[in-house]
């Protein structure tokens, strides 16, 4: 089956220092959506991409979408303490595999050291 | 408006005993969700709902796992027997359109601890 697999696990920054995570997939997306569950909460939706190559920004944050779409890396600049956070991708299989199932990489813990 | 509402927020439960958790979706929402997340991991699914439907149960773990969604809104997860393996925090999430390409609204979690 599709395996989505996201690195760095962990990344503690000082305030200030920017961040990336990134995602790999190891089939082809239709479609990617990143995710942000607090400590103690429940994923949030953050972003989908759709298109090969699409950049999206949300202030601090930047989201891209691989050429081939199998890769998507999201980007904070200037990290504050409210970025604190586990960041989660999560993509579905091309439409027709027959499965509606959105898979979850297994995130990238961030730490903010004020 | 209301988000996603699931309850109980807490579950204890001794090992063989059943458990029903519920999940209240947004209203309207066409696609209903499970997902277990253990700790320190991505949630993963566990089944999907398109209106009183099941379309997908491919991710639940055993067959002592059972999902229902009778009226097309609310939805219950059942898990007979339960088994230490089975403590997780079980998430439900709802979206407005059917399939996965949309927005997931996630409920706040089920943490089920069996003993």
């Known amino acids: 089956g599709q395996q989505v697999m996201q690195i760095p696990q962990y990344q503690h920054v000082q305030e200030g220092e920017d961040f990336t995570t990134y995602c790999n997939s190891s089939t082809t997306l239709s479609n990617i959506q990143w995710y942000k569950q607090r400590p103690g909460g429940h994923p949030v939706f953050l972003i989908q991409l759709v298109k090969s190559g699409e950049v999206k920004k949300q202030k601090r944050l930047t989201f891209q979408f691989g050429e081939a779409k199998k890769n998507s890396s999201l980007h904070i600049t200037a990290t504050q303490t409210t970025d604190v956070g586990t960041y989660f991708c999560a993509g579905p299989g091309y439409p027709g595999a027959g499965s509606y199932q959105l898979t979850f990489g297994k995130g990238t813990k961030l730490s903010v050291i004020p | 408006g209301a988000g996603v509402s699931q309850s109980p927020r807490y579950k204890v439960a001794k090992r063989g005993q059943d458990v029903a958790l519920r999940c209240d979706p947004i209203s309207g929402h066409v696609s209903l969700f499970w997902y277990q997340q253990a700790l320190g991991q991505g949630p993963e699914f566990l089944t999907y709902?398109?209106?009183?439907?099941?379309?997908?149960k491919s991710g639940l773990p055993s067959d002592r796992f059972f999902a229902e969604r009778p009226e097309g809104s609310v939805s219950t997860l059942k898990i007979q027997r339960t088994q230490q393996e089975d403590s997780a925090v079980y998430l439900c999430?709802?979206?407005?359109?059917?399939?996965?390409?949309?927005?997931?609204?996630f409920g706040p979690g089920t943490r089920l601890t069996v003993t």
């Open positions: 709902f398109q209106n009183e439907a099941q379309l997908d």
């Open positions: 999430a709802s979206s407005l359109a059917a399939g996965t390409p949309y927005e997931q609204y």
